[in-house]
C-alpha cells in the first residue's frame, strides 16, 4: 500500500519532482511583479464590474445573450481573484505551503478557466438557437438563462475540485507531474486534452453559425427593406463572440500545450523556461475581454461611458453642494448677526423713541 503525503509541505513535493521555482523573485523584480500584476488584477475587477454593471442598468441589454456576456465577465472576475490569490503564493512562497493552501491556489484557477470555456458553450447554443431563426435574441426565459448561469458555475466548480476530491498523487509520488507536483500526470493529459478537443469544437461551430449568419443576411438584405442597421445585427453579436473565442483560444492554448507535455512526461521540452509567460498570457484573456466588449459594441461602450461620468459627475455635484452649503451657512450665519445687531439698535432706538414720546405728553 502506498504512503500518503497529506502532513508534508510543497518543499516535499517540488524536491522529489525536481521542480524549480522562482527563488530570484526577490527584492526588485519580486516589486516589479506585483505592481504589474496589481496593475493589471485592478483592471480585471473594474472593467469587468463595468460590463456587469452595464448589462444590469441599460435595459436594452436584458437579453438572454446579454445576461450570458455578463456571467462571462464574472468568470474574468473570478479569474482576477484567482490571479491575487496567486501573485501572493508563488515563487519561494509556494514551497511553504501546504497541500491544501496549494490545492486552493489551482483550484481557483482551474475553476475561472473551466467557468468562461463553459460560459462560451453556453453562448454558442444561444447564438445557435437564435440564428436559426434569424432572430436577433434567443427565446430563453429568465429562469432558463439562470438555470445556465447557475450550471456553468457548479460545472466549473466540479472541475476546480476534481484533484482535491482524489485525482492527484499525494499517495503515488511516482506519478507527479513536474508544472503542478501533486496533480498526477493522467489528470494533466485529460485536463489538456479535454480543454482542446472542446476549443477545436467551438472555433468549427461558431465558423459554421458566422457563415450561416452571413449568407442569410446577405439574402435578406437583398430582398427586404428592412432597417439596414437591425439586419446586421446578429452579424455584429457573432463578430462579438467570435472575437472573444478567438482571444480566449490564443491566450489559453500555448498553456494547455505546456500541461500536455508536462502529462506526456516530456523532460527535454524546456517547459519550466516558458510556464511564468504562458500564465502571463492567460491572464491578459481577462484584461483583453472588457475591452473586445466595448470595442466591437457600441452601445455596450456608450453605456460604460455614461455610467463613468455619471459617477464623476455626481462627485463633483456634491463637492459643489458641500461648497454651496457651507458658504450660505457662513452667509447666513453673517446675515443672522447682522440682524441681530440691527434689532438691537432698532430696540434701543424705538425705546428711547417712546420715552420721548412720554416725556411730552
Known amino acids: 500500500m502506498n504512503e500518503c503525503y497529506y502532513d508534508k509541505r510543497m518543499d516535499f513535493f517540488y524536491n522529489k519532482t525536481n521542480t524549480h521555482t522562482v527563488d530570484e523573485w526577490t527584492g526588485p523584480t519580486l516589486i516589479v511583479v506585483l505592481c504589474f500584476g496589481t496593475f493589471f488584477c485592478l483592471f480585471i475587477f473594474i472593467s469587468n464590474s463595468l460590463v456587469i454593471a452595464a448589462v444590469v442598468k441599460n435595459k436594452r441589454f436584458h437579453f438572454p445573450f446579454y445576461y450570458l456576456l455578463a456571467n462571462l465577465a464574472a468568470a474574468d472576475f ?53 440564428i436559426m431563426r434569424m432572430k436577433i435574441h434567443s427565446n430563453l426565459t429568465k429562469k432558463r438563462v439562470t438555470f445556465l448561469i447557475i450550471s456553468v458555475w457548479a460545472i466549473a466548480i466540479f472541475m476546480g475540485a476534481v484533484p482535491t476530491l482524489g485525482w492527484n498523487c499525494i499517495c503515488d509520488i511516482t506519478v507527479c507531474s513536474s508544472l503542478a507536483p501533486i496533480y498526477s500526470r493522467s489528470y494533466l493529459v485529460f485536463w489538456s486534452v479535454l480543454n482542446l478537443v472542446v476549443f477545436f469544437i467551438m472555433v468549427v461551430v461558431y465558423i459554421r453559425i458566422y457563415m450561416y449568419v452571413q449568407r442569410k443576411t446577405n439574402v435578406l438584405s437583398s430582398h427586404t427593406s428592412g432597417s439596414m442597421s ?83 459627475e455626481d462627485k463633483s455635484q456634491e463637492r459643489r453642494a458641500s461648497r454651496v452649503l457651507s458658504t450660505v451657512l457662513c452667509k447666513s450665519t453673517d446675515t443672522s448677526g447682522h440682524y441681530i445687531e440691527d434689532g438691537i439698535i432698532q430696540g434701543t432706538i424705538c425705546a428711547k423713541g417712546d420715552l420721548v414720546d412720554k416725556g411730552n405728553s
Not at 269 to 289: D, H, P, T, Y
Request: with cysteine; glycine share 6%; charged share 15%.
Open 78 to 130: 473570478f479569474a482576477g481573484i484567482a490571479y491575487v490569490f496567486l501573485m501572493f503564493n508563488t515563487g519561494p512562497v509556494s514551497k511553504t505551503l501546504t497541500v491544501n493552501r496549494w490545492f486552493l491556489r489551482q483550484g481557483l484557477l482551474d475553476t475561472s478557466m473551466t467557468a468562461s470555456l463553459v460560459n462560451l458553450l453556453v453562448i454558442a447554443v444561444e447564438r445557435h438557437m437564435s
Open 230 to 312: 437591425r439586419r446586421r445585427t446578429p452579424m455584429k453579436l457573432m463578430k462579438t463572440v467570435m472575437t472573444v473565442l478567438g482571444a480566449f483560444v490564443v491566450c489559453w492554448t500555448p498553456g494547455l500545450v505546456v500541461l500536455l507535455l508536462d502529462g506526456l512526461n516530456c523532460s527535454h521540452c524546456g517547459i519550466q523556461n516558458v510556464k511564468r509567460w504562458f500564465l502571463l498570457l492567460a491572464l491578459l484573456n481577462s484584461v483583453m475581454n472588457p475591452i473586445i466588449y466595448s470595442y466591437k459594441d457600441d452601445e455596450m461602450w456608450g453605456t460604460m461611458k455614461r455610467m463613468i461620468c455619471c459617477s464623476s
